[in-house]
Each structure stands twice: as structure tokens, then as C-alpha cells.
Nanobody, 114 residues
Framework: QVQLVESGGGLVQPGGSLRLSCAAS????????MGWYRQAPGKQRELVAS???????NYADSVKGRFTISRDNAKNTVYLQVNSLKPEDTAVYYC????????WGQGTQVTVSS
């Protein structure tokens, strides 16, 4: 069973940047398409970025041009570089496969506020 551990969140001012990381246990990580999801208070969890096993990426319109997803299969890790952050990006960010196959990790909180 793959376990996911997200990290890298924090409190940043509007316009700031963070690099989120998701470390996955298990040697089968590299065969999965992976995604970053987020859940804001009172809202449903949404997919914001995804990356295939071959490195092709896709983004939600709300983050396109600001967020960049990448992966390092040798390290079993997926990254999300988040730039030009806006208050509406405030949420708990999670990673998981696409479609979701694993139990959710604890997520990492991103708060954008002045």
C-alpha cells in the first residue's frame, strides 16, 4: 500500500511562492499518473494539476501559468511549485494518483494572506 506524505505549505503573502512536496512510499510509484488536489474550507476537493508517468502535465484554469507540477521517480516524489499566490489559493493541498487509488495523506496547509 502506497503512503503519501505532503509537506512544504505555510503562510505567505499574496504574490508569494512555495514549493510543495509529496513523498510516496512503494516502488510502484513511477507507473502512476499523479495529481495535486486542494480543498478550501467549505468547498469540495478539486484537482489543480496532474502529471502522467511520462511527464505530460495538465492544469486547472484557475492555476494555469502560476503552478508547475513535476516529479522525480527516483525519489518517489511529486512537486508543486506555486507562484503568484492569491488569497483564493488558500486550502489544504493533497497529492494522490489520478484517478485516486491511495488513501489520502494529511495534506499541507497553504494560507495566502497579508
Amino acid at each position: 500500500q502506497v503512503q503519501l506524505v505532503e509537506s512544504g505549505g505555510g503562510l505567505v503573502q499574496p504574490g508569494g511562492s512555495l514549493r510543495l512536496s509529496c513523498a510516496a512510499s512503494g516502488s510502484i510509484f513511477s507507473i502512476y499518473a499523479m495529481g495535486w488536489y486542494r480543498q478550501a474550507p467549505g468547498k469540495q476537493r478539486e484537482l489543480v494539476a496532474s502529471i502522467t508517468s511520462g511527464g505530460n502535465t495538465n492544469y486547472a484554469d484557475s492555476v494555469k501559468g502560476r503552478f508547475t507540477i513535476s516529479r522525480d521517480n527516483a525519489k518517489n516524489t511529486v512537486y508543486l511549485q506555486v507562484n503568484s499566490l492569491k488569497p483564493e489559493d488558500t486550502a489544504v493541498y493533497y497529492c494522490n494518483s489520478l484517478p485516486r487509488s491511495f488513501a489520502w495523506g494529511q495534506g499541507t496547509q497553504v494560507t495566502v494572506s497579508s
